[in-house]
């Protein structure tokens, strides 16, 4: 079974400039999670969706951070414009359904390098 | 509010020998689920354990081993006879069943190195 999938793995952009990532969770994951991880912490959550809705953004930036899941699959997460302090990795996850015991599974990430 | 403590930042150790990782949680939920991913270099998490807060039984899976006492709100994790391969950062996570839509919060993670 193929795993969540992330393109592009590596990114560098100059600040001010706009950045996408891409993601296709594990089939039949209704649950999609994106993550930032800043160098030596954990994960911190961005946004998660429940099909195509967004179920909880409270820790998404909405001045420059942008998310889409169009038909409840592959999702996109957008920053626009990119900042100094953005640099990191954007993990995307999936998860069979919402429910706390669900276990997340995780892409390789997307490492973004903002000059 | 949850928390998750990894207190170790580093744990550097020679191959074969055994290393233990510490974690502590907070909650307030009754119900609850503790977890152990795995982050090599590579940059991908795997998933490693998952455990609920009703059993507390010791769970065995070949040279990882993982320690579950509610008394002290710790779930550590053991690797035996520790190999190169080991060497990632390892992050316990905890999720309640009463949070909304999973929410799954990192402890800071542990750096292993295991040295040939």
């Known amino acids: 079974e193929a795993g969540v999938v992330q393109s592009p793995r590596y990114k560098i952009i100059e600040k001010k400039q706009p950045v996408a990532f891409w993601c296709n969770p594990i089939?039949?994951?209704?649950?999609l999670y994106w993550y930032l991880q800043n160098l030596g912490q954990g994960p911190e959550l961005l946004i998660r969706?429940?099909?195509?809705?967004?179920?909880?953004d409270s820790q998404l930036p909405k001045d420059r951070f942008s998310a889409e899941r169009l038909k409840g699959v592959d999702s996109t997460l957008k920053i626009q414009p990119a900042e100094l302090g953005d640099s990191a990795v954007y993990l995307c996850?999936?998860?069979?359904?919402?429910?706390?015991?669900?276990?997340?599974?995780f892409g390789p990430g997307t490492r973004l390098l903002v000059l | 509010a949850q928390k998750v403590t990894q207190a170790q930042t580093e744990i550097s150790v020679v191959e074969k020998e055994d290393v233990t990782l510490d974690c502590v949680y907070e909650t307030r939920d009754t119900t609850y689920y503790l977890f152990w991913y795995k982050q090599p270099p590579s940059g991908e998490l795997v998933f490693l354990i998952r455990?609920?807060?009703?059993?507390?039984q010791n769970e065995i899976s070949g040279r990882y081993s993982w320690n579950f006492q509610k008394s002290t709100s710790s779930f550590n994790f053991t690797i035996t006879a520790s190999q190169v391969v080991d060497s990632a950062v390892y992050f316990c996570a905890l999720s309640e069943a009463q949070a909304a839509g999973n929410k799954l919060t990192f402890g800071g993670g542990t750096r292993v190195l295991v040295k040939p």
């Open positions: 996850a999936s998860s069979p359904g919402l429910a706390g015991r669900e276990t997340q599974y």
């Open positions: 969706y429940e099909n195509e809705e967004a179920v909880d």
């Open positions: 089939s039949g994951h209704n649950t």
């Open positions: 455990r609920n807060s009703f059993d507390e």
